[in-house]
Nanobody
Framework: QVQVVESGGGLVQPGGSLRLSCAAS????????MGWYRQAPGKQRELVAT???????NYADSVKGRFTISRDNAKKTVYLQMNSLKPEDTAVYYC???????????????WGQGTQVTVSS
């Protein structure tokens, strides 16, 4: 079965940096768009950044110029480099991968378990 796992979260001070990783594994035929979402306490999950199979990227206005999304297709991994972090960035960050699995012909979203990012002094 397909599994998506995030890593790299933690506690950082304002202005600091973190790099999140998300690796997909299992019976995978192809991976299309991959993305990062986040959810802060009391708020709805929101899009942070996405990257297509053609390396076209999209960012939320709140993170433009600070975050960079990238992918390594050989490793089936998507990354989120987060610089100049602010307390407002504190949230659980979730990875999403649109995957065509070896078990079927459909493309569907697979979500990771989430990784906590806390920005605080």
């Amino acid at each position: 079965q397909v599994q998506v796992v995030e890593s790299g979260g933690g506690l950082v001070q304002p202005g600091g940096s973190l790099r999140l990783s998300c690796a997909a594994s299992g019976s995978i035929f192809s991976i299309r768009t991959m993305g990062w979402y986040r959810q802060a306490p009391g708020k709805q999950r929101e899009l942070v950044a996405t990257i297509t199979s053609g390396n076209s990227t999209n960012y939320a206005d709140s993170v433009k110029g600070r975050f960079t999304i990238s992918r390594d297709n050989a490793k089936k991994t998507v990354y989120l480099q987060m610089n100049s972090l602010k307390p407002e960035d504190t949230a659980v960050y979730y990875c999403d991968a649109q995957i065509k699995s070896g078990l079927g012909s459909m493309v569907r979203d697979y979500w990771g378990q989430g990784t906590q990012v806390t920005v605080s002094s």
